[in-house]
Nanobody, 116 residues
Framework: QVQLVESGGGLVQAGGSLRLSCAASGSIFSGKPMGWFRQAPGKQRELVAS???????NYADSVKGRFTISLDNAKNTVYLQMNSLKPDDTAVYYC??????????WGQGTQVTVSS
């Protein structure tokens, strides 16, 4: 069964930190790169970070230097450490396959709200 379960969001002041987790289950994810996405109100969903199974990473310019994506292959869990958060980071955060490798059914996401 394909399932993505995101957690770790919350309300934080600007400059604060949060760590998001995403548990992925299903063979569709096996060996494939994963990504974290976000969708702010009224905006399209965007890819903010991706990681290969060997640990190579890529980041959107807007989060580079502040966010760190990591992957526990044994647990099939993807993490997003978010530091120096800004109000513009406010969004619902989702994980999924790296878009170049397909797309699974979206999970419920986790809300991140950054107050100024």
């Amino acid at each position: 069964q394909v399932q993505l379960v995101e957690s770790g969001g919350g309300l934080v002041q600007a400059g604060g930190s949060l760590r998001l987790s995403c548990a992925a289950s299903g063979s569709i994810f096996s060996g494939k790169p994963m990504g974290w996405f976000r969708q702010a109100p009224g905006k399209q969903r965007e890819l903010v970070a991706s990681i290969t199974r060997r640990g190579s990473t890529n980041y959107a310019d807007s989060v580079k230097g502040r966010f760190t994506i990591s992957l526990d292959n044994a647990k099939n869990t993807v993490y997003l450490q978010m530091n120096s958060l800004k109000p513009d980071d406010t969004a619902v955060y989702y994980c999924n396959l790296d878009p170049q490798y397909g797309r699974a059914l979206w999970g419920q996401g986790t809300q991140v709200t950054v107050s100024s």
